[in-house]
Structure formats: C-alpha cells, structure tokens
C-alpha cells in the first residue's frame, strides 16, 4: 500500500489506467467480507454439528444401558422359569408318592379285612389256632404301625403340598411383576430408539448442510482463483511452458479408484505412480531444475472426478511444485494474503 492508504498500481500502463484506481481495493473488501461471513456460517454449523454428535452418543449410551437391563431381567426371567419347573416337578414327585402310600394302604385294608374275617370263621379254632393269631395279632399291630407311619407321610407329602402351592404362587406373582417391569423397559426402549430416529435424521440433514457449505465454499474457492488469475494477468507474464521444465500429470478414475500418470520432459510414456511417489518426485525435480517446472494437469473426458477432487488435486500440485505459483511478487503477495488465510 502507498503512503495514501490505496494499493499500489503494478500495471504497466498506470497513467492511462488512472481513473480505475479504486476498483481493486472495492473488491478485495467486497471479498473479505464475503469470506468472513463464510467462517462465521461454517462455525455456526460446526458448533450444532457437534452438539448433534454429543446428543448421539448419549442417546446410544442410554440405548446400550436399556439393552443390558433388558437382558439382565430375560435371565432373571428365565432363572425363575426354571425354578418354578423344578417346583412343579417336585409337586408331581410329591403328588406320586402320595398316590403310591393311598394304594398301598387299600391293599393293607383288604388283606386286614379278609384276615377278619378268617378270624371270625375260624373262632372255633381259637384253641387249636392261638399261635395264629397271636401271629395275626402281631402282623395287625404291624400292619397299624405301618398305617400309622403312611399317615403321617401323608400329611408330611400334604403339607410340603400347601408349601410347593404357596412357593408357586409366589412365583407367579413375581412373574407377573418381572413381566410388567420387562413391558415398561421395552416401552422405554421404544421411546428411546425413536429418539435415535430423530437425531439421525437431525445428524443426516446437517450433514447435507455441511456439504452445501462445502460446495459453496468450494465455489466461492473457484472464483476466487479464477479472479486471482485474472489479476495475476494484468500484472505479470501469463504462464506458459517456455523456458520451463514441463511435467505432464493424468489424473481419473477408473472403477471408483483414483489413478495418477505422469510423465517429464514431454518424451516417452505415460506410467503409473501413487501420489506420494510422484510428489517425491516432483520434489526432486524442482531441486534440479533451477528455471523451475510447469506442472500440467491433464483431465481426460471420462475422468469420473467431481469439481472438488478435480480443483484440490490440481491446487497442490500448482501450489507445491509449479513455478507460476512460487514465483509470487513481494507486493503481491501481501495483497493475497487476506483472501487466501481466511
């Protein structure tokens, strides 16, 4: 800038162009203000960007943890079905061997009826049958013994009976409030998977905002290098390949895959090379060739590239390695710094 505040004139013909003195610096604001009202868009998506992202991960967090209580109450569920199984077994095993003493008390009180009445056919031979019926005598008290030990198993296999009914009845109700509790956690899990719903799709849209911020910044980024260029040209030589050491660079892709040929001097084929290889290599070229090197990108028809990969890639190999864009004037260079930092 001059002593007046205005930007120097680098034009060859600065006395007849005298009357446009003001036009580049209009421009140059009008393009600041342009980029920063950019950044404060781009940090404002940013900023909602990551609140998105932190409600996310909380949301997946609760998901998670309702996922795990939900299968903690499955196995609690699936412990107590199988303690009131064994309980039932246990019952039917009780229930058996009840009907078991029942027969086998019927079968005790049909043989100690036709024992009496054997006893009642044979009173006249009491005398000459005594020892029988002392021995009668002795198998009945048995046989009285044994009932009375069958009754009182009886009333044990009864009362284990009420206890086994009270124990799965306790069991019930409590498969009952585990059921209910495992509704209401499924209904939270609804809720929940629902809310994820949403903030994906909130989290998808702003995705989509985020990528039509990028292409219009990528737009903005064209434009703005295609007025550099023109500016460039009313005050220095258009680039060209004379006197330059020229280097020819292919680059598409094919199935998806990006691919990059090159080949230097302008002699021989074209060969395949990886993108760090062939910077390695510019690199090595720029040392040896002090007149510098003029970096042609060439862009086939059927590329199947995007503006944005097309324009990034091209913009580093210019930038990096092409003499045009390193042989940049001191004033000048301080004229770009303002659009190109922000």
Avoid: C
Wanted: proline letters at 2%; a positive charge; zero cysteines.
């Amino acid at each position: 800038m001059n002593q007046n505040g205005g930007f120097v004139d680098l034009r060859l013909n600065r006395r007849e162009t005298g009357g446009n003195e003001s036009f580049w610096p209009s421009f140059t604001d009008i393009m600041t203000v342009v980029v920063m009202i950019f950044l404060i868009a781009m940090v404002v998506v940013l900023l909602r960007n990551m609140e998105l992202v932190k409600e996310l991960r909380a949301t997946l967090q609760a998901e998670r943890e309702a996922k795990a209580m939900a299968q903690a109450v499955g196995k609690e569920k699936q412990s107590i079905s199988q303690q009131l199984q064994e309980a039932l077994e246990q019952l039917r095993a009780a229930d058996q061997r009840i009907a078991e003493l029942e027969s086998r008390v019927s079968r005790l009180q049909e043989q100690n009826e036709i024992r009496a009445r054997a006893i009642a056919d044979r009173e006249q031979q009491i005398k000459t049958l005594q020892d029988e019926r002392n021995s009668l005598a002795r198998q009945v008290a048995q046989l009285q013994l044994e009932k009375t030990s069958v009754e009182r198993a009886r009333d044990i296999a009864l009362e284990a009976r009420a206890q086994a009914r009270e124990a799965l009845e306790q069991l019930q109700r409590r498969h009952q409030e585990l059921k209910e509790d495992l509704s209401r956690r499924e209904l939270q899990v609804t809720a929940l998977q629902s809310k994820l719903q949403l903030q994906s799709r909130q989290l998808a849209q702003a995705r989509q905002e985020r990528q039509e911020v990028e292409q219009k910044y990528l737009q903005l980024a064209g434009d703005y290098d295609a007025l550099k260029v023109r500016y460039d040209k009313l005050v220095r030589p258009a680039r060209t390949a004379r006197g330059h050491y020229l280097v020819e660079v292919r680059y598409y892709k094919r199935d998806g895959v990006p691919r990059i040929e090159w080949r230097a001097g302008g002699q021989g084929g074209f060969s395949a090379v990886s993108l760090e290889e062939l910077e390695k290599r510019l690199a090595a070229l720029k040392k040896q060739h002090e007149e510098g090197l003029y970096v042609k990108v060439i862009l086939p028809k059927d590329n199947h590239l995007s503006f944005s990969e097309a324009w990034r890639f091209t913009n580093r190999l210019h930038k990096g390695y092409d003499y045009y864009y390193q042989e940049v004037p001191a004033a000048q260079g301080s004229a770009e710094t303002k659009p190109s930092g922000g």
